[in-house]
């Protein structure tokens, strides 16, 4: 049953949005498996194994904790372990993720200190370094960063965030959301020396939305000796107390774990460099497209491209989720939808997860036949350009 739409369209439908994205047949299968017993012993060997395994994907020695829920709570997690109420902490708005972050530490009665942007870069590594060296008396617990903003197509440089806080000579902690890039673009947590790296399962992952993750540094356990914001479902001291023996404190989303299983295996089988280049080859020819129909990337700062998707900008006087409406209509393809200011002015391609180079073809192809049927002034050819791009760098 095509429960997804309102009328019957023959054909795969592309979801081709920057998260959940396709799902590989091979996660499915391994997902339809029977339930089995979650305090049971074979359980405890696919935990053990699992929590092992998937440190991997986070470039960590150290432990990842796994949640039944979607990313959100795994922002919140890495609040409440590791800060105390009225704690000042530095966040960056890059985009819409970000400022929901910003939302969820307001909420939580922290105080953040908001650096600012455009919406059309990454965060501003001066700017952090700036205000950390400010703060002479280390009020500021925590640095609070999205890698990749999938609002805006905008990829932040951790290492150089990395590099300004020590500069600075600050011991905050460093919290990185990395929900749309970990599993499609360079990611290290312990090189880059981050405290909490907060994850989901539905983008560069390639499972079904449902779980999220905290990547933990040693420091940052030592901060939540002495954290006092209240948690309980969240609290990462039982969860790894489980976790030593390959179980959780309470009932984990066993066929996720699964498909999650599968997903590293994947992954690692194709190899993170390899997976990592293939995201920027995409990305760069999805650009090529995107400027020769004659159009501008959302994202105005080169070093800052996103390779999980590209948010394009529409000229002035033209509706993106008209052009949006009209693909899903007439092609069967869902795209990203612009978020906050950016609604209308902005749609997104997402190119991540379990994806190759027919299916961008196919992508940047409804995009270009959509564009003419939203009666949207265009340049054609661009599919081509993203062809030849293609092409010569096999
Ligand atoms: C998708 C996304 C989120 C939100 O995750 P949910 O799974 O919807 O809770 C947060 N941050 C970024 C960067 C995202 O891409």
Not at 16 to 19: E, H, N, S
């Given at each position: 049953m095509a429960y997804f739409q309102s009328k019957p369209v023959a054909g795969r439908h592309f979801l081709?949005?920057?998260?959940p994205t396709n799902v590989p047949d091979r996660v499915l299968r391994a997902m339809d498996n029977p339930t089995m017993d979650h305090r049971g012993p074979d359980f405890g060997r696919l935990g053990q194994a699992l929590l092992e395994k998937v440190r991997a994907v986070f470039k960590t020695e150290g432990p990842v904790v796994i949640y039944p829920a979607s990313g959100t709570g795994a922002w919140e997690a890495a609040l409440v372990n590791t800060l105390s109420p009225g704690d000042r902490v530095l966040m960056c708005e890059t985009g819409w993720f970000a400022h929901l972050w910003h939302e969820m530490a307001t909420r939580l009665q922290l105080q953040p200190d908001y650096i600012h942007t455009d919406w059309r870069r990454g965060a501003d590594v001066a700017a952090i370094e700036a205000r950390l060296r400010e703060d002479k008396g280390h009020e500021i617990k925590a640095v609070c960063v999205v890698h990749n903003e999938t609002s805006t197509g905008c990829t932040s440089r951790i290492d150089e965030v990395r590099q300004a806080i020590d500069a600075a000579g600050h011991p905050a902690l460093l919290l990185v959301d990395t929900i749309s890039s970990l599993g499609s673009i360079d990611y290290r947590h312990d090189e880059w020396g981050v405290d909490v790296t907060v994850a989901g399962s539905q983008k560069g992952l390639m499972l079904p939305p449902g779980l999220s993750f905290n990547a933990v540094s040693a420091k940052a356990l030592k901060a939540s000796e002495t954290a006092r914001m209240p948690r309980s479902f969240w609290d990462w001291k039982p969860m790894l107390a489980a976790n030593a023996t390959g179980y959780f404190p309470y009932t984990p989303a066993t066929n996720m774990l699964y498909a999650l299983d599968t997903a590293v295996d994947m992954l690692l089988e194709e190899g993170l460099d390899n997976v990592f280049a293939r995201h920027d080859r995409h990305a760069e020819a999805t650009r090529r497209a995107v400027r020769h129909w004659g159009f501008e990337t959302q994202c105005a700062e080169p070093r800052h491209h996103s390779s999980a998707l590209t948010a394009v900008r529409l000229p002035e006087g033209h509706s993106a989720n008209a052009l949006r409406a009209a693909i899903l209509e007439k092609f069967n393809m869902s795209l990203g939808n612009g978020l906050g200011p950016l609604n209308d002015r902005v749609f997104r391609i997402g190119h991540l997860g379990d994806f190759g180079d027919l299916q961008l073809v196919g992508t940047l192809g409804g995009v270009e036949m959509g564009l003419k049927a939203a009666s949207i002034p265009y340049q054609a050819g661009g599919v081509l350009a993203a062809m030849d791009y293609l092409n010569g760098n096999a």
């Open positions: 081709q949005i920057p998260g």
